[in-house]
């Protein structure tokens, strides 16, 4: 099983400033990764796929990089609406594995 | 735009079976380009994959659980399932169903359906 790991566990960044997030994997997952947004009460939304892909809908100030076993999520420009949890996946190999989460808050 | 609801009981005994439907609309559950998946979230935790399904039935699952877990497809009704037997507390979570495009990325998700359990 691949392990996935994210730090910071969690991040304290002002409204309007960059943030970056990292997603290490154990072992290769080429581009095979995926980050999701999920705020509380609700379900993951997805933002990136193919580590830099943004889905459908996602603005353009967040961006997905890496491959192989580094990966960084970065928010550009933090809005109120970007303060949430943030999840790393694989899809590499069976079973599929999360990250376990990077808390992003006001600071 | 697919959509997915979970449904199902939101309270399970210990030592029975959670049993949950997701009903896909908005699109083909047969679609080839697609995967039907299952994850979980324990209250305050981080997200678990239980296991994944292609309409034509074939599965993956999470090795954690796979001993008690079983997925199902039934294209007639446009709905997947899940089975997870012999539950403890610990299975206590939301559960939320996805569409998973070529097997991989979990894209549109479900609402959620929490399910206890308890005696």
């Known amino acids: 099983e691949i392990v996935m790991t994210q730090s910071p566990a969690t991040l304290s960044v002002s409204p309007g400033e960059r943030a970056t997030l990292s997603c290490r994997a154990s072992?290769?997952?080429?581009?095979?990764l995926a980050w999701y947004q999920q705020k509380p009460g609700q379900a993951p939304r997805l933002l990136i796929y193919?580590?830099?892909t943004r889905a459908t809908g996602i603005p353009a100030r967040f961006s997905g990089s890496g491959s192989g076993t580094e990966f960084t999520l970065t928010i550009s420009s933090l809005q109120s609406a970007d303060f949430a949890v943030y999840y790393c996946?694989?899809?590499?190999?069976?079973?599929?594995?999360f990250g376990q989460g990077t808390k992003v808050e006001i600071k | 735009q697919l959509q997915l609801q979970e449904s199902g009981p939101g309270l399970v005994k210990p030592s029975e079976t959670l049993s949950l439907t997701c009903t896909v609309s908005g699109g083909s559950i047969s679609s080839s380009s697609y995967y039907w998946g299952w994850i979980r979230q324990p209250p305050g935790k981080g997200l678990e994959w239980i296991g994944s399904?292609?309409?034509?039935?074939?599965?993956y699952y999470n090795p954690s659980l796979k001993s008690r877990v079983t997925i199902s497809v039934d294209t007639s009704k446009k709905q997947f399932s899940l089975k997870l037997s012999s539950v403890t507390a610990a299975d206590t979570a939301v559960y939320y169903c996805?569409?998973?495009?070529?097997?991989?990325?979990?894209?549109?998700w479900g609402q959620g359906s929490l399910v206890t359990v308890s005696s």
């Open positions: 996805a569409s998973v495009p070529f097997g991989g990325w979990y894209q549109n």
């Open positions: 996946q694989q899809y590499n190999n069976w079973p599929r594995t």
């Open positions: 072992q290769s997952v080429s581009s095979n």
């Open positions: 399904i292609y309409y034509s039935g074939s599965t």
């Open positions: 193919g580590a830099s």
